[in-house]
């Protein structure tokens, strides 16, 4: 079974803590995502990597960094959390070739206090 | 970037009757792939199913089927004989052949009502 995995089901931080969120997949997939998902505004894409050490921005980078140091880790990080953050965070991966296909973790539902 | 819109915030329908969620995109990509997700209540996000663009033939899986519009770029997912485990969100999708550009929609909150 393919899996996608993420550190935390639920976290609670807060305002000023920084943040680190951890997606794991053993699929040995090139490509990696994290989203952000609230209600009326559906998935938003904050990061994605194609490769390890390479990422991009997806249309909400602000307030968030990443990292990819090995294939199969994508971390996400809140450099300094605030409220405007809590989130349900959600990390996917998918192949770079063939007919590639998203995998997605279970999510992390993060509040920022 | 590709956009993928939703436009159907929510939508009910009666127990063992069809339902048929819209989704419309923009890509101006030859090559892609699109998706329907299903997100259960406080669930993980799973694959329902998925049209490759190049091929004409609509996706069919068990109970659910797509209508896909190439050339309108519409890509529509009917339910047949809804079930009460139907109940979620759903989310439609698009992904580049590269694999790396990968949108989704907003939304649609579907409930079966017995």
């Known amino acids: 079974d393919v899996k996608v995995t993420q550190s935390s089901r639920y976290l609670v931080k807060r305002t000023g803590e920084k943040v680190f969120l951890e997606c794991v997949q053993d699929?040995?997939?090139?490509?990696m995502f994290w989203y952000r998902q609230d209600p009326g505004l559906g998935l938003r894409l904050i990061y994605f990597s194609y490769d390890v050490k390479m990422k991009e921005k997806g249309d909400i980078p602000e307030g968030y960094s990443v990292s990819r140091e090995k294939k199969e880790r994508f971390s996400l990080i809140l450099e300094s959390a605030s409220t405007n953050q809590t989130s349900m965070y959600l990390c996917a991966s998918s192949r770079g070739s063939g007919a590639p296909m998203g995998f997605f973790g279970p999510g992390t539902r993060l509040t920022v206090l | 970037a590709q956009t993928v819109t939703q436009s159907q915030p929510e939508m009910s329908v009666q127990e063992a009757e069809t339902v048929t969620l819209s989704c419309t995109y923009d890509t101006s990509e030859n090559n892609y792939y699109l998706f329907w997700y299903k997100q259960p209540p406080s669930r993980q996000m799973i694959l329902v199913i998925r049209?490759?663009?190049?091929?004409?033939q609509n996706a069919t899986e068990n109970r659910f089927s797509v209508n896909f519009q190439k050339a309108a770029k519409s890509f529509s997912l009917k339910i047949s004989d809804s079930q009460l485990g139907d109940t979620a969100m759903y989310f439609c999708?698009?992904?580049?052949?590269?694999?790396?550009?990968?949108?989704f929609g907003t939304g649609t909150s579907l409930t079966v009502i017995p």
């Open positions: 699929m040995d997939h090139e490509n």
């Open positions: 999708a698009v992904l580049m052949n590269t694999g790396n550009q990968f949108y």
């Open positions: 049209q490759e663009a190049y091929k004409q």
